[in-house]
């Protein structure tokens, strides 16, 4: 009977210790993953240092987004330097600078591009998809193509990037071993605390420049394939103004008809009737002009953004479409009507 009643009540204790087990969506995780890791980091008595947010540069670079800084922490709490986090729109640049404390021997980065992916121990660090090792350098900048990362349509400034960039410090060239032979990653303040300790950087909310000095630029390309200009798609007050260019010795400019849609489920299919385009500018107009810009009224599409532009004109005799080769076409190289876009995604 005793030994029953052991077991009786082993079994309420364990019970009442167990909890159930959960599970968050990937929309739940991504709103979460930094005060998540945080909580669990104070838990386990770890320290909390950093920003996983970072901090934003005062100016953007000159492609118009906006680096931010992490501190590189080495051992978890020694500060090493900095790590710059930026993107000039067709790469992501990680950019490592150690202080006197250390010098880099290797870095190691992973990059994702949703919470849910983020591991909960540390992935190792020779594994990384993009690395350099045998450096002895103070500073190193780690490129990443944009295409590495993102799926083709998705749109640049909607993404939030969880970077692990890590280091393998050696003496600084001044001498000073502070740091060397330390473990050292960028961010803090989110350790998940499973195993070994790292930190994530947060790059975020880096397109803010856009919002005020809209631009999306592609290229006038004539039957299909030919670049001959540019067609430039911006913000200006209140206008939506569509500028085409040619290049030197192009040609002349032939009727211009645009399109402007709000879904993107419309950029499928037949091509847009020029003859039925909403806005249209005339031969008679043009003069024979090589660059031109329509403006129109913002209010036509109230507060829809992202805009997607078809725009088209004639140039030689050539079909011509502006959009990004290779990105934005529409039957391109298939049999039926080809055509281009441009999708404007800063419109607010």
């Given at each position: 009977m005793k030994r029953?009643?052991?077991?009786?009540?082993?079994s309420v204790a364990l019970a009442a210790c167990s909890s159930p087990t959960s599970s968050l969506d990937?929309?739940?995780?991504?709103?979460?993953?930094?005060?998540?890791m945080t909580a669990v980091a104070s838990k386990k008595g770890d320290s909390a240092f950093?920003?996983?947010?970072?901090?934003?540069?005062?100016?953007?670079?000159?492609?118009?987004?906006?680096?931010?800084?992490?501190?590189?922490?080495?051992?978890?709490?020694?500060?090493?330097?900095?790590?710059?986090?930026?993107?000039?729109?067709?790469?992501?640049?990680?950019?490592?600078?150690?202080?006197?404390?250390?010098d880099l021997e290797e870095v190691?980065?992973?990059?994702?591009?949703?919470?849910?992916?983020?591991?909960?121990?540390?992935?190792?660090?020779g594994q990384?998809?993009?690395?350099?090792?045998?450096?002895?350098a103070d500073t190193y900048t780690v490129s990443i193509p944009l295409s590495d990362l993102l799926e083709a349509g998705e749109i640049l400034c909607d993404q939030t990037f969880y970077v692990l960039?890590?280091?393998?410090?050696?003496?600084?060239?001044?001498?000073?071993?502070?740091?060397?032979?330390?473990?050292?990653?960028?961010?803090?303040?989110?350790?998940?605390?499973?195993?070994?300790?790292?930190?994530?950087?947060?790059?975020?909310?880096?397109?803010?420049?856009?919002?005020?000095?809209?631009?999306?630029?592609?290229?006038?390309?004539?039957?299909?394939?030919?670049?001959?200009?540019?067609?430039?798609?911006?913000?200006?007050g209140d206008d939506l103004v569509v500028t085409y260019t040619l290049d030197e010795g192009a040609g002349e400019l032939?009727?211009?008809?645009?399109?402007?849609?709000?879904?993107?489920?419309?950029?499928?299919?037949?091509?847009?009737?020029p003859g039925h385009a909403?806005?249209?500018?005339?031969?008679?107009?043009?003069?024979?002009?090589?660059s031109y810009s329509v403006r129109i009224p913002l209010a036509d599409f109230g507060e829809a953004c992202p805009l997607y532009i078809v725009a088209k004109t004639t140039v030689n005799g050539e079909t011509t479409y502006g959009g990004l080769l290779g990105e934005t076409g529409i039957n391109v190289g298939a049999p039926g009507p080809w055509w281009y876009y441009l999708t404007l995604d800063c419109c607010s």
């Open positions: 029953n009643l052991l077991l009786i009540l082993l990937a929309d739940d995780q991504a709103s979460s993953i930094s005060g998540m950093g920003d996983p947010m970072g901090q934003p540069a005062e100016v953007c670079n000159d492609a118009n987004f906006r680096p931010f800084s992490y501190t590189l922490w080495a051992g978890q709490s020694n500060d090493a330097g900095t790590v710059t986090v930026s993107t000039d729109g067709e790469m992501l640049f990680v950019a490592y600078d150690t202080n006197e404390t250390a190691h980065v992973y990059v994702f591009t949703d919470a849910a992916d983020v591991p909960e121990r540390r992935p190792a660090p990384a998809p993009y690395k350099a090792e045998n450096l002895n960039a890590h280091a393998a410090l050696t003496m600084d060239e001044s001498g000073s071993d502070d740091n060397a032979g330390e473990t050292a990653y960028s961010g803090g303040n989110n350790n998940p605390g499973n195993g070994a300790w790292f930190y994530v950087s947060e790059y975020a909310n880096f397109c803010d420049c856009q919002t005020r000095n809209c631009v999306a630029e592609g290229d006038l390309l004539a039957g299909q394939y030919n670049d001959i200009g540019t067609l430039t798609v911006s913000k200006d032939g009727e211009l008809a645009i399109y402007v849609f709000t879904d993107p489920s419309d950029l499928t299919g037949d091509r847009p009737n909403p806005y249209k500018v005339g031969t008679d107009l043009l003069n024979g002009a090589s």
